[in-house]
Each structure stands twice: as structure tokens, then as C-alpha cells.
């Protein structure tokens, strides 16, 4: 919820002062009085959320019907609703807040125009939206300003999460079935990662590798909270899983810290790839899961960065030699009490 609530409070802000802005710059200035400027600065911040609400609906479970289309249909879908909705809310507040009945010549000569404009308008933000979703929007930002056009050396944290038992459910269930169960646990807990500022590196196969800047801000261990909070999401809809798929996903993860070497690889699609020890070893850790019979695995070296919460028990697992590794790492174990 805190997640909608933030950027709804900052388009609202955004979109009064939109109005605000609008009033001063292209309004006639004979109305420029307080009673003006706030029925403009109201109409900025409702159109405002009104486009907001449709982009909410768009991204939410409940359009899930839409994003079987193909992206060229969808796209125009998305923009021709938010074109009348956004039209729709300004005309309505134009009538609510000035008391201006709107004239039929208006709305037939300049209404189309307005719906048109803000057609396209939508179309080229989502066209931007749907690009940052598949590429990401900090891979988009730095590939843009080139900050990894050379190797550079980051501290990161790490979380490897995989789907337990995705193979056998492949012969199960078949394939086509399994990469529904994918598709619909990826867009599940997806929330939880955002919402604890995870940034999702890459899916691979039944695997989503989660990234974290390692800094002050990761002393709370967010990424742990990350991962009960998959759980709790998952658990949450364990309903829906079992009356569509028979069978509630359970899954583990492997949580390390370090330095990794971030680079923008590919020419004809262009990526920004991980290198290093930590990510071996956080992808080795998360193997090990399995090996032990435990959920969640971290190193060591992460929990020297965080002061894990009361509600978290600790098991040391000892030093373990990871696969294709000469040097032992310190495991640990990490549940939930109660």
C-alpha cells in the first residue's frame, strides 16, 4: 500500500502545481486571484490522478485480461482509455470548479482534439513505461548516461530465488503450465521486492536474481524482510494458486554481500552484467538450500552489514565449501519464529 500511497501523494503535488503553473503562464491574467489559482491547481492535481487511477488499473491483477493482447494492442487500449478519462476528468472539472457549461460547438469541434492530444500523449508516456519494464529503469538511466560503458566495481547485495522443484513439476504439469505458474509468481512478488527497494537483475528460467546497493540503509535488513515478505504474498494468494495450478509455490533463496563488477555488454541489445566471486557464491548458496533442507541461506559477509530483527532466528550452519569453490564460507539459516 505504502508503495501507491508515496507516488499519489507526489502526483497530487505535481499536478497542483501543474495547475498552478498553467494559471500563471497561459491563463488570462485579469484572473489571476487566490479563488483562481486554486480551481486551476484542484484541475491540475485531478487530472492528474485521474490518469494516475487508469495507469493503476493497467499495472493491477484485475487487467490481467489485457496483457494476453499483443503489446501494439495493448498499448492502444491503455492509451485510448487514459485519453478519455483524462479528457473526461478536465471537462468535468472545468464544469464542477468554474461553473462554465460547456457549449456543443466546443464539444464538437475541440473535444475530439483534446481526446486526440492526449491520446498521443499517453501513448508516447506508456510507450516510455513499457520500455523501462523491459529493459529496467535504472539498467535504462545508467545505459543512458554510460556509466558501465567500463567495468566498475559496486558493493551489492545479492538474492538468488528459485521455484523448489520446478523440474518434476515440468513433467507434471507440462511445460506450458509451469511457465504460467512462472509468469503469475514473478508478477506476485514483485510487490514485495519493490516495496522493499529490491531491484529485480534478470529472470533466469524458474530463477529471479534481486539486487540491493549495499549502504547504510541495508543495516535494517531489508533484503530478509524482502524475502518473508515473497512469502507472505505468496501465502496470501495460496487460494488462487491452489484452484488454478493445484499446488501452492514454495520456493528458496541465497543471500549474500560484496563487491561485483557491473558492465554494459551486447551491441544489438545491450545489458548490464554482473561479474564476480559474490555472484558465484550467492548463486552456489542458494543451491545449498537444498542440500541443508533450509529456506533461506546467508553468508557471513551480509550479516556483518545489518542487525537483524528479534522476530528472525539465527542457525549457524558453519564453514561449508561451496560448489566450485576453494575457500569455506560461513552459512547461516534464517527463519521466522512462531
Known amino acids: 500500500m505504502r508503495g501507491v500511497i508515496r507516488p499519489t501523494v507526489v502526483l497530487a503535488i505535481i499536478g497542483l502545481l501543474g495547475g498552478v503553473a ?81 457549449e456543443t460547438k466546443w464539444l464538437i469541434d475541440q473535444f475530439p482534439i483534446v ?28 545505459v543512458a548516461l554510460g556509466r558501465y560503458r567500463s567495468p566498475v566495481r559496486e558493493a551489492r547485495v545479492l538474492m538468488f530465488l528459485d521455484l523448489a522443484g520446478s523440474t518434476s513439476l515440468a513433467e ?17 512478488i514483485d510487490g514485495a521486492i519493490v516495496a522493499h527497494g529490491g531491484e529485480v537483475h534478470a529472470y533466469v528460467g524458474d530463477e529471479v536474481i534481486v539486487t540491493w546497493p549495499l549502504d547504510d540503509r541495508m543495516s535494517a535488513g ?28 514454495s520456493f528458496r533463496a541465497g543471500l549474500h554481500a560484496g563487491h561485483v563488477v557491473i558492465s554494459e555488454c551486447g551491441s544489438s541489445r545491450r545489458q548490464l552484467a554482473y561479474f564476480g566471486d559474490t555472484v558465484n557464491v550467492t548463486a552456489r548458496l542458494q543451491e545449498h538450500c537444498k542440500e541443508v533442507g533450509r529456506n533461506l541461506l546467508v553468508s557471513s559477509d551480509l550479516l556483518r552489514h545489518m542487525k537483524l530483527k528479534p522476530v528472525f532466528a539465527v542457525e549457524a550452519l558453519g564453514k561449508v565449501r561451496l560448489r566450485g569453490r576453494a575457500a569455506a564460507i560461513e552459512v547461516f539459516a534464517i527463519e521466522r519464529r512462531g
Open 22 to 102: 498553467y494559471r500563471y503562464f497561459i491563463d488570462d491574467p485579469t484572473e489571476a486571484t487566490p479563488s483562481y489559482y486554486l480551481r486551476s491547481s484542484l484541475h491540475g492535481m485531478g487530472i492528474t490522478l485521474a490518469a494516475w487511477g487508469v495507469h493503476l488499473y493497467f499495472t493491477s491483477r484485475r487487467s490481467e485480461w489485457i496483457s494476453k493482447w499483443p503489446l501494439l494492442m495493448d498499448l492502444a487500449v491503455r492509451s485510448a482509455t487514459m485519453a478519455i478519462v483524462v479528457a473526461s476528468a478536465a471537462l468535468v472539472l472545468q464544469v464542477a470548479l468554474y461553473w462554465e457549461w460547456i
Open 115 to 142: 481526446v486526440a492530444f492526449s491520446f498521443f500523449a499517453s501513448l508516447l508516456v506508456l510507450s516510455i513505461f513499457e520500455l523501462t519494464r523491459l529493459v529496467g529503469s535504472r539498467v535504462l538511466f545508467n
Open 172 to 188: 507434471t504439469m507440462g511445460e506450458l503450465r509451469v511457465q504460467g505458474l512462472l509468469t503469475r509468481f514473478f508478477f506476485d
Open 222 to 249: 531489508r533484503c530478509i524482510d524482502c524475502f518473508f515478505a515473497i512469502a507472505d504474498s505468496i501465502a496470501q494468494k495460496a487460494d488462487v494458486y491452489r484452484q488454478e495450478f493445484g499446488m501452492v509455490p
